[in-house]
């Protein structure tokens, strides 16, 4: 390019000098025929040799090549300087315009890099959004199934399960899109996803035909690749992802991480509904429990009162007949919830303890129906609760006074029996205050002639 340009220089000026001298010696070839047709002079070398010698004029005209050639050098110089230039600029912006080229090449491949990252985090996003919504786990294997779908088209997943509970070496198909139904597979080296399972490894099989590595007979041509990925939760093995898709090399190293990243987000939300699951049985157990333990206490300690209802009619309160009960008490004890009769205006709330329906409150307008207002059932609500947690609160200190008063008693017989040393006195005193503390009751204590071993 250098040299190019140096040529380019040299014939520039050249060129321009010689148009230079030529343009200038029109001037004074010009001058001289114009003189000689004024001296009407003939026309001859020594004749022009002559009239120069003698016109000084025709001197200074006779320096226009000179002249103009000088200065057409200097023009070709610069015009010279101006291709070099022109020359710089386009090299200039051809190095700019490939530059821009590379560079939205490069902004391109970045975006679509972005983009596919971005797809990638939302897909997580989304499978961790809807496994956490999974109430069971059947229905959370389905979702993962749909994802799949979702992102993938054309290709085939199931998730296999191991059963810890009866042979930890069987996997069992739990969810998938196919027609597959009921399979087993043992996690041995016979198969991809038995392989997975027992290895606890990623298995890709980028060519189902010629790979070596292909481990499965799935009896499906239209398989082109595979791939099984290990269910792991705190290391431990519980399942294989296993996607299957139509064309050959389409597990990159891309949909790997992310199908994995999808695994270990399975994983995940199966052991966290199993938690959930086993959390939630064990609470409704002991609920259970506790209801049934409360009913019990509140049957007894309802047996041992004198008296288990008032009424108030305004002026005074007196103790509530045990045959007179509400005509709506059996419905409120089911629902559970207040009730306001329409056409009486009464309202009933149940007085609950730990989700049992231990009494009720009702209340009757005097005269008349009556607009209850929201305070006043907020009121009603209130004191309900109240009266719930005070009635428990006097059952236990009840119970505990009972236990008290059980275990001194307890303690003054053994007491009593143990200051004697007779057989007879023993009997004698155990039958004795036995019947004391029971009271309107006979007691009969007899010790056997041939006591005999029995059976625990």
């Known amino acids: 390019m250098d040299n190019l340009s140096k040529h380019r220089s040299r014939s520039n000026i050249l060129r321009y000098t010689i148009l230079g001298v030529g343009f200038g010696f029109l001037f004074p070839v010009t001058a001289t025929i114009l003189r000689f047709a004024d001296l009407d002079q003939p026309f001859s070398f020594e004749s022009i040799r002559s009239l120069h010698f003698t016109e000084p004029l025709l001197w200074i005209i006779d320096s226009a090549p000179f002249i103009l050639g000088t200065f057409a050098a200097i023009a070709g110089i610069r015009q010279d300087r101006l291709v070099v230039l022109n020359q710089e600029v386009s090299q200039k912006n051809l190095e700019f315009e490939r530059s821009q080229i590379a560079l939205d090449q490069r902004v391109h491949e970045r975006t679509l890099a972005l983009e596919k990252q971005s797809a990638k985090f939302q897909f997580v996003a989304n499978a961790a959004r809807r496994i956490t919504l999974a109430q069971d786990i059947d229905s959370l294997l389905h979702e993962v199934i749909g994802l799949v779908r979702e992102q993938f088209e054309n290709y085939r997943s199931s998730i296999y399960?191991?059963?810890?509970?009866?042979?930890?070496?069987?996997?069992?198909l739990a969810a998938t899109d196919s027609h597959q139904h009921n399979e087993r597979i043992l996690a041995n080296t016979n198969t991809i996803v038995g392989t997975t399972a027992l290895l606890g490894e990623v298995r890709v099989v980028s060519d189902v035909a010629t790979d070596g590595a292909r481990l499965e007979e799935t009896g499906r041509p239209s398989t082109g690749s595979e791939l099984a990925i290990p269910l792991q939760v705190r290391e431990k093995i519980i399942g294989v992802l296993h996607i299957q898709s139509p064309h050959k090399y389409a597990f990159g190293e891309e949909e790997v991480d992310l199908l994995t990243a999808l695994a270990n987000q399975v994983a995940a939300g199966i052991n966290t509904t199993k938690l959930y699951n086993e959390a939630k049985a064990s609470l409704a157990e002991s609920q259970a429990t506790i209801e049934q333990y409360v009913h019990l206490e509140w049957k007894n300690f309802n047996q041992v009162i004198e008296q288990t209802g008032f009424i108030f009619d305004g002026r005074q309160v007196t103790p509530l007949n045990g045959q007179v009960r509400f005509a709506r008490e059996k419905s409120i004890v089911q629902t559970g919830g207040l009730s306001l009769d329409k056409k009486s205006a009464n309202v009933t709330v149940p007085i609950k303890l730990r989700?049992?329906?231990?009494?009720?409150?009702?209340?009757?307008?005097?005269?008349?129906?009556?607009?209850?207002?929201?305070?006043?059932?907020?009121?009603?609500?209130?004191?309900?609760?109240?009266?719930?947690?005070?009635?428990?609160?006097?059952?236990?200190?009840?119970?505990?006074?009972?236990?008290?008063?059980?275990?001194?008693?307890?303690?003054?017989?053994?007491?009593?029996?143990?200051?004697?040393?007779?057989?007879?006195?023993?009997?004698?005193?155990?039958?004795?205050?036995?019947?004391?503390?029971?009271?309107?009751?006979?007691?009969?204590?007899e010790l056997e002639s041939n006591p005999e071993a029995i059976d625990p």
């Open 355 to 445: 989700g049992l329906t231990i009494g009720i409150l009702e209340v009757r307008p005097k005269k008349g129906k009556r607009e209850w207002t929201e305070d006043e059932l907020s009121l009603l609500e209130a004191a309900a609760d109240r009266a719930a947690f005070a009635l428990e609160n006097a059952r236990l200190v009840n119970g505990a006074q009972r236990r008290a008063s059980r275990e001194r008693a307890i303690g003054e017989i053994a007491n009593k029996i143990g200051a004697v040393s007779d057989r007879n006195t023993i009997l004698q005193t155990a039958v004795e205050e036995l019947g004391r503390r029971i009271g309107n009751a006979e007691v009969t204590i």
């Open 161 to 172: 399960l191991l059963n810890g509970e009866l042979n930890s070496d069987i996997l069992t």
